[in-house]
């Protein structure tokens, strides 16, 4: 019922920037919270970055906190992932998430609040 398109990965060196983007179709996507997360090889799905549906509030994961910058363009249902001074250890499928809220406004980090999944990105940061 809600696609999500993510684009905007590939490989890039250390210290790189990249920059996702998370296209939305289907629903409403001003009541929607958006967030991002991540998966390594082995490795269980980590969050990453989230938006509440206005845009004003935001919350990251420690270990981008400062590097990744996430931002959203309700007129264009779309949500982004700035990401600089890349590290290998960075190097996972990213994934663009939606949080359904019609009556709240919050961020959230759990995966079990949100609805709709994209297929993902691969984003590999060579040292």
């Known amino acids: 019922q809600v696609q999500l398109v993510e684009s905007g990965g590939g490989l890039v060196q250390v210290g790189g920037s990249l920059r996702l983007s998370c296209v939305a179709s289907?629903?409403?996507?001003?009541?929607?919270?958006m967030g991002w997360f991540r998966q390594a090889p082995g490795k269980e799905r980590e969050f990453v970055a989230a938006?509440?549906?206005?845009?004003?509030?935001?919350l990251y994961a420690d270990s981008v906190k400062g590097r990744f910058t996430i931002s959203r363009d309700n007129a264009e249902n779309t949500v982004y992932l700035q990401m600089n001074s890349l590290k290998p250890e960075d190097t996972a499928v990213y994934y663009c998430?939606?949080?359904?809220?019609?009556?709240?406004?919050?961020?959230?980090?759990?995966?079990?609040?949100?609805?709709?999944w994209g297929q993902g990105t691969q984003v590999t940061v060579s040292s």
């Open positions: 998430a939606a949080d359904r809220q019609p009556y709240t406004d919050v961020t959230r980090r759990s995966g079990y609040e949100y609805d709709y």
């Open positions: 289907g629903r409403i996507f001003s009541i929607y919270a």
């Open positions: 938006i509440n549906r206005s845009g004003g509030s935001r």
